[in-house]
């Protein structure tokens, strides 16, 4: 554990050490990618200006939001398209339809819909998160042993029953790698949705920069949102091990 | 990425109207008690500044206005904003309201936004090139590539106005979509021969090196408005004291930034990331309380000849308040 670390720490010192060694030695002109030292004076900067925590709460509220409807909707959507062989058939063409359409593509009809608000960034997020989920928990239906299954049918466990003590402790890896993914997938459409509409958040605040001419702010902010994302990550897997710690996956991580 | 999101912003806003003739949200009825809240939805740009300043100098709320301003990135957000309700008011440059307009979208002007300091070389924006360019003159356009923010647009139309002015041919101009804040970048790698910029970006330019060979704002118009602040025909109908009282505090901010402008480059710190060398130094625009009729005519006129109102010619008596 403490080798990943310093070795993820090494690896990262080397990328802040190009950034460094690149715009100074004249490989790409200063002006538009100034050096790791004024990137961090205007990180400072930032980190001393209420309006950049006010940023940063909209989008992490954004965030927050967004993954709660996307993954509540795909675990529940999940569970009884993947438990009603019926409706998989049904649906399982109009998903595949729908999966890949980028979210920013629906940009122009938030915009009509909801203008630049709180909503818009929650459509373009709940429909990219919402697919991560969706997905994932209908492969984890789908992986039910269907001797386990039988055998709860034989005990006589009813159908909730099955479902609490079968189908979900099956589904559950897939649905925390769903979540994983839902979950840097919505920071990037809040992001973008704030850069491209203009709804508060980081992605507004990295577009005022870079309309003023603030080379060093717009990476500042860039590096933050850079970090909120790893943030993102470590946390969701943390959340994934305590929720699995039972699950012979984790179980064998922890052992090696 | 923009220039396509733009467009089909703009498709999918005259769609929207099309269909449903605006659309459905409520307007809350103006309350007995307390001030009522206006939302404005503008451009995060120096044009701006005066209804900042404004809302800092209590020139709203003393109109029983609670402000507040939503910045969208560009127009195609605003116009849609504004007929959904969400924007009581928006921010637009002229001639999209024109384009707006023949393609009869609901929208009316109701105060004066911004417009060019009429001073040939010290204006707001301008047409430029990098350093030691051997271009001098906007006649030797003809035939280069010059990046506009907008195709279709007040851009190209007054370039063009620029080049007949100086004896070129403006024909054989070929128009580059790139967001102003990219222009620098594209001009000092020489993927445009020349740009259309405005502030900050015109100072950028000219700290680059740059010179501005022509002032396509005081070519085409001796005081040309460029943009106004506008609002749906619905509320205008259906609430006239309260675009009244808008129009008359946007009327006096802007009165106030114009005798003010170390007040408005002080404002500008306040929604903008423009460091403190360029708002000292950047030139501002005019802000005259009025409309200037004669420029909308001239540029109205320009925009059909390029063909951008399609068969159509903007009506200005239904645009204008």
Redesign the interface.
């Known amino acids: 554990m403490s080798r990943t670390w310093s070795y993820g720490l090494a690896g990262l010192a080397g990328f802040v050490a190009l950034l460094e060694v690149i715009p100074r030695a004249g490989l790409v002109p200063a002006g538009y990618l100034p050096p790791a030292a004024e990137i961090a004076v205007a990180l400072g900067g930032e980190l001393t200006d209420v309006a950049f925590w006010v940023a940063l709460r909209d989008t992490l509220q954004g965030w927050v939001l967004g993954l709660l409807l996307a993954a509540s909707a795909g675990i529940a959507l999940g569970l009884l398209i993947g438990a009603v062989p019926v409706l998989r058939e049904l649906t399982a063409s109009t998903i595949e339809f729908l999966r890949p359409i980028p979210s920013v593509a629906l940009i122009p009809l938030v915009v009509v819909l909801y203008g630049a608000s709180l909503q818009s960034k929650l459509v373009l997020v709940v429909y990219a998160a919402f697919w991560q989920m969706l997905v994932q928990v209908l492969y984890g239906v789908r992986d039910v042993d269907p001797v386990a299954d039988e055998t709860a049918r034989a005990y006589g466990l009813g159908r909730g029953a099955r479902i609490v003590h079968v189908l979900w402790p099956t589904a559950l890896p897939y649905v925390m790698t769903g979540l994983r993914l839902a979950a840097a997938v919505a920071l990037i459409l809040c992001v973008t949705g704030e850069l491209v509409i203009g709804v508060p958040g980081l992605g507004a605040r990295i577009a005022v920069a870079q309309s003023s001419g603030a080379v060093p702010d717009l990476y500042a902010l860039i590096v933050v949102t850079g970090l909120l994302g790893v943030a993102i990550n470590v946390g969701a897997r943390a959340v994934e091990r305590h929720a699995l710690r039972w699950h012979q996956s984790v179980r064998g991580e922890v052992a090696v | 990425m923009?220039r396509f999101?733009a467009a089909?912003?703009s498709?999918?806003?005259l769609a929207?109207v099309a269909a449903c003739g605006g659309?459905s949200s409520e307007e809350p009825g103006t309350t007995e008690s307390g001030p009522r809240k206006v939302t404005v939805?503008v451009i995060?740009?120096v044009d701006v500044a005066p209804i900042y300043l404004g809302k800092e100098k209590g020139f709203f709320s003393a109109r029983g206005i609670d402000l507040e301003l939503?910045?969208?990135?560009g127009g195609?957000?605003i116009v849609?904003?504004v007929l959904?309700g969400?924007?009581q008011f928006g921010f637009s440059n002229i001639t999209s309201l024109m384009i707006a307009q023949t393609k009869n979208v609901p929208v009316k002007i109701v105060a004066n936004g911004a417009a060019s300091t009429g001073v040939p070389g010290k204006d707001f924006g301008g047409v430029v090139v990098g350093k030691d360019s051997p271009i001098a003159t906007a006649a030797a356009l003809a035939g280069r590539k010059v990046a506009v923010n907008t195709l279709k647009n007040i851009g190209d139309t007054t370039v063009r106005e620029s080049v007949r002015k100086a004896g070129g041919d403006p024909g054989g101009i070929q128009f580059v979509e790139i967001p102003?804040?990219d222009m620098?970048?594209a001009l000092?790698s020489g993927q445009v021969d020349a740009a259309w910029v405005v502030e900050?970006?015109l100072s950028?330019v000219k700290a680059?090196g740059g010179t501005v060979i022509a002032s396509n704002f005081t070519d085409t118009a001796p005081n040309l408005t460029i943009a106004a602040y506008f609002a749906g025909t619905k509320l205008i109908a259906d609430d006239p004291d309260l675009v009244g009282r808008f129009t008359e505090a946007i009327e006096e901010s802007l009165a106030y930034a114009d005798a003010h402008p170390d007040e408005v480059r002080a404002v500008l710190s306040s929604?903008?990331?423009?460091?403190e060398e360029?708002r000292a130094a950047l030139i501002l625009p005019k802000w005259p309380t009025e409309v200037d009729r004669a420029s909308l005519e001239r540029l109205s006129e320009l925009g059909r000849a390029d063909g951008i109102f399609g068969d159509a010619t903007p009506d200005l008596a239904a645009l204008l308040p």
């Open positions: 923009r999101l089909v912003l498709a999918a806003a929207a659309t939805g995060p740009i939503v910045t969208a990135q195609a957000a849609p904003g959904s969400d924007f102003f804040p620098p970048a000092e900050p970006q950028a680059a929604y903008t990331k423009i460091s360029v």
